[in-house]
Antibody, heavy 119, light 110 residues
Framework: QVQLQESGPGLVKPSETLSLTCAVSGFSISSGCYWGWIRQPPGKGLERIASLYYRGSTYYNPSLENRVTISVDASRNNFSLRLTSVTAADTAVYYC????????????WGQGTLVTVSS | QSALTQPASVSGSPGQSITLSCTGTSSDVGGYNFVSWYQQHPGKAPKLMIYDVTKRPSGVSNRFSGSKSGNTASLTISGLQAEDEADYYCCSYAGISTVIFGGGTKLTVL
């Protein structure tokens, strides 16, 4: 059973950097698939942030591209997200997910973690 | 890239069939047979219900079915049940390892 678990600070100050990690169990990241981050502001819809292929290719939402970095640590079987210069607009529940091999759908999701940007 | 268009809300009575729509363009919904649908209950993570327009993951009720015509995809829920009340999001592949989500539809079971 594939499981994903997000971890990281729940509160980040404006202008600082948001860092989250997604621990994967039940499936080796090095075995294949894409992996990604999606966020959901309170009361709003889903927004793709970034994704990567296990071999390292990365793909970013153009609206966030200049502030986002996604990376993988295959030895720890996890992947991470960094979002710089955060503002209140970055307050959201952040989900990590596994993306199907053909990049057609998100088949496994983490439970999500709320990150609030506030001083 | 603009979000796919979904009605903000839909309602139905138990036992009825309802259809949720998801409209995009020829660059996403109309261009690929890679539309997926997610169910989200309050405070929970989204759950994959349909992928590749019509396919159901193991464990998803056969009361859920998907289809597509042109630039519009649809999710049909038959035999509506109280537990189906949730938000539903469509998502489409849009090329070069990019996907676009819809704004979501709130389904109310009356």
């Amino acid at each position: 059973q594939v499981q994903l678990q997000e971890s990281g600070p729940g509160l980040v100050k404006p202008s600082e950097t948001l860092s989250l990690t997604c621990a994967v169990s039940g499936f080796s990241i090095s075995s294949g698939c894409y992996w990604g981050w999606i966020r959901q502001p309170p009361g709003k819809g889903l927004e793709r942030i970034a994704s990567l292929y296990y071999r390292g290719s990365t793909y970013y939402n153009p609206s966030l591209e200049n502030r986002v970095t996604i990376s993988v640590d295959a030895s720890r079987n996890n992947f991470s997200l960094r979002l710089t210069s955060v503002t209140a607009a970055d307050t959201a529940v952040y989900y990590c997910a596994r993306i199907s091999t053909g990049y057609t759908h998100f088949d496994y999701w983490g439970q999500g973690t709320l990150v609030t940007v506030s001083s | 890239q603009s979000a796919l268009t979904q009605p903000a809300s839909v309602s139905g009575s138990p036992g009825q069939s309802i259809t949720l729509s998801c409209t995009g363009t020829s660059s996403d919904v109309g261009g690929y047979n890679f539309v997926s649908w997610y169910q989200q209950h309050p405070g929970k993570a989204p759950k994959l219900m349909i992928y590749d327009v019509t396919k159901r993951p193991s464990g998803v009720s056969n009361r859920f079915s998907g289809s597509k015509s042109g630039n519009t995809a649809s999710l049909t829920i038959s035999g509506l049940q109280a537990e189906d009340e949730a938000d539903y999001y469509c998502c489409s592949y849009a090329g070069i390892s990019t996907v676009i989500f819809g704004g979501g539809t709130k389904l109310t079971v009356l």
